[in-house]
């Protein structure tokens, strides 16, 4: 299995290991970014800074702030429109964090990024050089989905989302997710303070998000805590406005909720196979196949049943086991009509075609 869950972990114990964060990634959704909200999150990132720790801001804010501008009447649903307003909002936007963290010494700088950005490793290497120069620099990198360019098919998903994706491209040891909600919640609307199985409440609130393109709210959180906790950061859900709350959850007190790392974490080119990269189809395992795959072994054409999709060789597949469920994802090695014709064969002198290596492959986590 990729990466056990943090079992064996108490509350207290986890709520600790934040204060030895050292890269702190801060995701403040729209609705948290109004009024003075930025002179307090620049306060704090300035704190946050003065401990010795590295920050970058993951800020949404810019379709809010065109809406604005522009004079809507409110959020546009036509896809031409979201972007116009979040090209006339993401310049104030950025103008609203340089005013405010430049009185506390510090120099903003803005990374809009896509998914195709990142679904090539080559780029994906490039933005992690760039994020960290600016960091080494002494800057504070503030990333947004470059919405303006971004359609349906490109996106991200949500902000939650992309902060996820950047966990592993600057080796982030802590994600703070804020929000206006004050973390996860009981049936009783009560605060879950800690959440010690990730995988299993994921799975629980997966039907609102199968696809893992989140669509903001709590399930597109949830599933962004995952894939950041299997990078190997904490994770905090909690409240923007909670007065000192950066500082006070670095300090471990009982906020939000969270959702601890994994001990043995995913590689950052794993996770990019994983989660960044979307597949395109997938590979139909037998039982024995679905066994090895476990095991982490490469995937044979013999153990392969059917294909499904339309993909090219290097695209990510999903690897489903005999029961319809997907057991990991991988870079195949061959096109869809190639691995077709390999399925469930040996070649004449007995060897079985590898579709998936191992070394391309990530096993996903069962239930614990
Ligand atoms: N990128 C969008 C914006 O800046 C927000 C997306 C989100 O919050 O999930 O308006």
Redesign the pocket.
Known sequence: MMGADALGTSASEARARLSKCRRLIIKI??KSLTGDAWERFAAEVRAVRDAKREVVIVS?????LGVQRLGLRGRPKDIGWLQAA?AAGQSSLMRKWEDALSPQGLVAAQVLLTHADLADRARTNNAQGALQALLEAGAVPVI??N?AVAVEEIKFG???QLASMVVPLVGADVLLLLSDVEGLLDERSERIPFVRSIAREARKHAGASTSGVGT?GMASKIEAAHRATLAGAHVVIAHARAPGIVAKVLEGHDLGTLFPAVVQRLSARKHWIAFTLRPRGALLLDRGASEAVGKNRSVLAVGVLGVRGSFQPGDSVSLVGPDNVEIGRGLVRLSAVDAARACGRRTDDGRSEELVSRDDLVVLPSEA
């Open positions: 959704g729209s949404s804010g810019a379709i809010a979040a947004n989905e919405d949500d902000n939650d903001g």
